[in-house]
């Protein structure tokens, strides 16, 4: 059910966006027509589903709505999230070595591999990519305070 | 007939050209590493791989991507059967019989007659485009803006139908990816729409950063889920000995193998992920025509050939939409439609005769990149298979460093990586929300395309929507159209009148 209200509210943002814009006619359509018409259209589905949910759990009110994330899931998740959003957080500050290697590593100890393995494989990773992408590939990555 | 074998020779010149035959054989190597590792499908690795195109020019770009689409159906038969692990969705079938051949020590044959079905089935499918494409292409010159319009309602609609799962969730992820669509500028008046003053989302949302977000960010982060513990994995790399099948499989697997290439090649040709829906088709088809139905799920080779030549079979014929009238029917073609525009290069119904060279040249890139891919998967599956030795706790750190960079160089903005992690975050609920991502990328990649011909279709009609109804093509997509959506509600209502039938007789 939180899928249905989420979308619904999205479709009705959609649609009060487009209201701001210029509709037009159907002869000349606005720029806010075809949005108009999808957010519409998504608050409908929305309902239409939300009325599926709630027929299918009238009919078998023991079934669990939807299946519980595993233990710790979100967390592991989030910290994953974490480490990815750090490491492109200081990308344009750090260089773009540095931060693959923070990104590795961080990455790896969430999988709770050893601090020694997980240096050794981030320096080994940051630096092939470094060969890679910037040396190899030419790709213009941000360096860092030490020109790379 | 004659002039298309003649074009298609001078495509031949130009593939094994020796800039050309590499790219076809990097996309060839990649699309297997890409379909063997898990949690990196060839949407992802498309998307990834399209900044390295930047360079090149269009045909050995589209040659390489191209090379990624067909070379991952090789490589995902790879875990389905020696890890029970399909490589990417089109493999999952693959699954029930190749491992179980795995556990019966047949590893070896199974990797062997998935490679050669799919050699079979994506040459025979080749064949196939070569003749249908240009007399489609010549049709399709008579399409104006309300075929278009209703041809892609078509495609949505029937992509929601047979995505799997519900019907209402698939169309309300093609409405989303439609309303991303139309961030940016509007396509007819070149006005800003729902930027809120950001000079980043002028250009649109970037669909590179949906695709790696919802698909490859979306997958590691269900990985990253799990414990630790739990991301171990165990494969036993069978000896290249081992590999030849006998001859009492490949006279199993030959009409498998035929009846797989037939199902994929129509299947590519309407709308939906196609490869995965072949496969399904031809398994359900192998075990209704098997002598030995009780085989199936035992380890019968029928239902390792049948899918495997399908889903090559469906990648193949599934470029003949997106060539000949420019509308991507399922997820990767509309990756590729993103990556083919990059270059400047539109594609539709004036695509082989304004771009010959182009067309043929990729089409011949197909011949020598099946066999550059059977050449790599009989004798190098070892190789290949022991990349599943690198555990999955360094080996998704590592596709996450390359989805950054990757990301990154699209267009050296630090923004698109962050609209990358959104969009990786937005996947892995939908994920936990049961809710496909391919309807989405569709909605996004064709949503400006099917704005501009709805209200040019309006237009053209002075504001009669009657046009989408007058014109016989545009009235006949619509009824198909109106046909696949009523068709789930009586289904449904059948199914719930049945079955309260039998809960009044039981009652009784």
């Known amino acids: 059910m939180t899928s249905a209200i989420a979308l619904f509210l999205f479709g009705g943002l959609t649609a009060a966006l487009s209201l701001q814009l210029p509709i037009g006619t159907l002869r000349a359509p606005g720029t806010g027509l075809f949005p108009l018409a999808l957010g519409v259209m998504l608050m409908a589905l929305a309902a239409a589903h939300a009325v599926q949910l709630h027929l299918s759990r009238s009919k078998a009110p023991g079934e669990p709505a939807a299946k519980k994330a595993s233990n710790g899931a979100t967390a592991r998740v989030a910290l994953f999230m974490a480490v990815v959003a750090l490491a492109t957080a200081l990308l344009q500050v750090i260089g773009y070595v540095a931060s693959a290697f923070l990104l590795m590593l961080g990455l790896l100890r969430v999988f709770r591999v050893k601090w020694s393995t997980a ?26 305070p030490l020109g790379f | 007939m004659i002039e298309s074998l003649q074009l298609l020779l001078g495509g031949f010149a130009t593939a094994l050209t020796p800039q050309n035959l590499l790219y076809c054989v990097v996309g060839a190597i990649v699309g297997t590493l890409v379909g063997i590792l898990p949690g990196l499908g060839p949407i992802a690795g498309i998307a990834l791989l399209i900044p390295a195109t930047f360079g090149l020019n269009a045909t050995s770009a589209l040659i390489m991507l191209a090379g990624i689409y067909y070379g991952a159906m090789y490589g995902g038969s790879t875990t389905s059967i020696l890890m029970n692990v399909p490589g990417e969705t089109a493999s999952v079938i693959t699954c029930i019989d190749g491992y ?70 698939a169309l309300m992820m093609v409405v989303v990816g439609l309303i991303f669509g139309t961030i940016g500028l509007d396509p007819v008046t070149g006005d800003a729409r729902f930027t809120f003053g950001s000079a980043y989302l002028l250009g649109g949302i970037e669909f590179v950063a949906v695709a790696i977000g919802v698909f490859g960010l979306g997958e590691i982060l269900v990985n990253a889920a799990k414990p630790a513990a739990q991301l171990e994995q165990h494969v036993t790399v069978p000896r290249l000995r081992d590999l030849y099948p006998s001859i009492a ?16 090649f129509f299947t590519g040709l309407i709308p939906g992920p196609a490869p995965v829906i072949a496969t399904y088709a031809a398994y359900t088809i192998e075990k209704r025509v098997s002598k030995h139905p009780e085989e199936f799920g035992n380890g019968a080779i029928e239902g390792v050939a049948g899918p495997e030549t399908a889903n090559n079979a469906a990648t193949q014929s599934a470029f003949i ?22 270059h400047g290069v539109t594609p539709g119904p004036l695509l082989i005769s304004e771009r010959p060279e182009l067309f043929w040249t990729v089409v011949a890139s197909m011949y020598i990149g099946n066999f550059i891919l059977l050449l790599l998967n009989l004798p190098f599956v070892p190789l290949f298979a022991n990349m599943l030795r690198v555990p999955k706790k360094v080996m998704l750190p590592l596709i996450m460093l390359f989805c950054v960079t990757g990301m990154f160089s699209v267009n050296n903005s630090v923004l698109d990586i962050w609209m990358m992690l959104g969009c990786g975050v937005l996947g892995y609920i939908l994920r936990g929300w049961a809710y496909e991502g391919a309807p989405l990328l569709l909605g996004l990649v064709l949503g400006p ?17 009657g046009i989408f109804f007058a014109r016989p093509v545009s009235l006949a997509l619509l009824l198909a159209t109106l046909a696949f959506l009523v068709f789930p509600l009586v289904r449904f209502a059948w199914r719930s009148r049945r ?3 039998t809960t009044k007789e039981e009652s009784r």
């Not at chain 1, 240096?119 to 860092?144: C, E």
């Not at chain 2, 040019?456 to 504001?463: D, K, T, W």
């Open chain 2, 449 to 465: 395309k099917l704005e501009v011909a709805f209200r040019q279709s309006v237009m053209i009609s002075h504001g009669d929507f």
């Open chain 2, 249 to 264: 499989d490949l006279k199993r697997s030959i009409g498998a193998m035929l009846r797989g290439t037939g199902i994929g």
């Open chain 2, 499 to 501: 079955g309260a039938a």
């Open chain 1, 119 to 144: 240096t050794l494989v981030a320096a080994l990773a940051a630096a092939a990519s470094h060969l890679l992408f910037v040396l190899w590939l030419k790709i213009p990555m941000p360096p860092g």
């Open chain 2, 100 to 169: 179980k051949m795995a556990q019966q020590g047949r590893a070896g044959p199974a990797l062997a007659i998935a490679a050669l079905g799919s050699f079979v089935g994506g040459t025979i499918a080749i064949f196939g485009l070569v003749l249908i494409a240009p007399p489609l292409a010549n049709a399709a010159l008579a399409f104006g803006p309300p075929e278009f319009a209703s041809l892609m309602v078509f495609a949505f609609v029937v992509l929601s139908n047979v995505t799997g799962g519900s019907l209402v969730k």
């Open chain 2, 321 to 342: 939409p997106l060539f000949v009238i420019g509308i991507p029917f399922g997820p990767v073609p509309a990756i590729l439609l993103g990556a083919l525009l990059i």
